[in-house]
């Protein structure tokens, strides 16, 4: 194209007219997303399940960007100086439409893990909550290399000769993902001898918290201060895993320490006592409950306890040990005895001179 031919009233006026389109499709794609859209998603949340707001939420910005790539076309075929029917731009345009279709199929893949669980609630059929996110990640996996497969095969590219060359490769390509592939292994591990699902407190020597997500690559860990660690799958698959949330009941064990100068009766009152307030009490577990003397110590004897409380939960568990504790203590000071502190006792000039540690 000529410069003067460029400048000429009528090819500016289809220019402008072809920008105008154009532009009217952005207005149009921004209509789409205030009004259409929002109405569609306001209806499709009043449907018995949750998949038709899931769809229009992973396919929103996919038909936003539909609005630009139409623009695009239809204003190149108003302009008279591109080519429209060209089989590179027909190709572009093709492979567009498929990418932002595979897009998505990726987002309504990512958000899977409401499906899965829907399933589990509405259905008899049941899949382990640390199945879920590495399932969605399978399906993202999935609609990925079909995207690619497809949008090659659109651009005449020879997928055969690719993983052909992929072959040749092979040695080259699985030295470098040793590591990966070892992760991915050890996620499988950690899936099928399901030492731990989602939501469970576990503790590694790498790490102790609650489970929050398993990937192909690592497993992350919400510590209890808060902070997510990330432990690859080969690392843990590795580990003695402790998982606490697995527990069927709690322990509590410690000593209470009394003064020699306290009468046998009132000791054997004591452990008699704490004996049956355990007994009675619902939230302790009944088969494990040992009240007894145990050793002589230098300022006074131990009184050994070893129970276990019915729950496993953390805050629960403090509550029981404390009420536990305070009616202990009750018991003590009804019995008026008293409770052995640390002392020494020191000679100074052949007088006896007593000494508390604390």
């Known amino acids: ?52 707001s899931y769809l229009f939420e992973s396919f929103k910005k996919p038909l936003q960007w539909l609005f630009i790539i139409i623009g695009l076309y239809v204003a190149v075929r ?18 567009s439409i498929i990418a932002l279709i595979g897009w998505g199929f990726f987002n309504l893949s990512s958000g899977s893990h409401h499906l899965f669980r829907k399933i589990n609630e509405t259905t008899s059929v049941k899949i382990d909550d640390i199945l879920i996110p590495f399932l969605s990640r399978i399906l993202q996996f999935i609609v990925i290399a079909l995207t690619i497969s497809v949008i090659l095969q659109e651009l005449d590219y020879k997928i055969d000769g690719f993983i052909a060359g992929l072959g040749l490769g092979g040695l080259a390509i699985s030295l470098a993902a040793k590591e990966a592939l070892a992760n991915l292994f050890g996620g499988i591990v950690l899936i099928t001898e399901k030492p731990f699902t989602i939501g469970d407190w576990v503790m590694t020597p790498s790490v102790e918290g609650t489970v929050e997500d398993i990937s192909f690559r690592s497993t992350k860990i919400r510590t209890f201060s808060q902070a997510v660690v990330t432990v690859p799958n080969a690392t843990l698959a590795n580990e003695p895993i402790t998982n606490w949330s697995k527990m069927g009941k709690r322990q509590i064990k410690f000593t209470i320490r009394l003064t020699y100068d306290n009468p046998v009766s009132k000791i054997k009152r004591i452990v008699q006592r704490i004996e049956q307030l355990l007994k009675s009490n619902p939230d302790i577990h009944p088969e494990t409950i040992l009240v007894s003397v145990d050793t002589y110590q230098e300022d006074g004897i131990d009184i050994f306890l070893y129970f276990f409380t019915n729950t496993t939960d953390w ?21 008026d005895v008293t409770i052995a502190i640390p002392s020494r006792r020191l ?3 052949d007088k006896e001179v007593d000494s508390q540690n604390g």
């Open 1 to 52: 194209m000529t410069w003067e031919l460029f400048l000429s009233e009528q090819h500016l006026k289809k220019l402008g007219i072809a920008i105008g389109i154009f532009l009217l499709f952005l207005l149009l794609r921004k209509i789409f997303a205030k009004y259409i859209y929002s109405f569609l998603l306001r209806i499709s949340k009043k449907a018995p399940n949750d998949f038709f």
């Open 347 to 349: 000679l100074m000039n």
């Open 315 to 335: 805050e629960e568990y403090l509550n029981i040990r404390q009420q536990i504790n305070l009616d202990i203590l009750e018991i003590i000071d009804n019995e």
């Open 78 to 95: 108003y302009y008279p100086y591109l080519n429209h029917e060209s089989a590179s731009f027909s190709k572009l345009l093709r492979a």
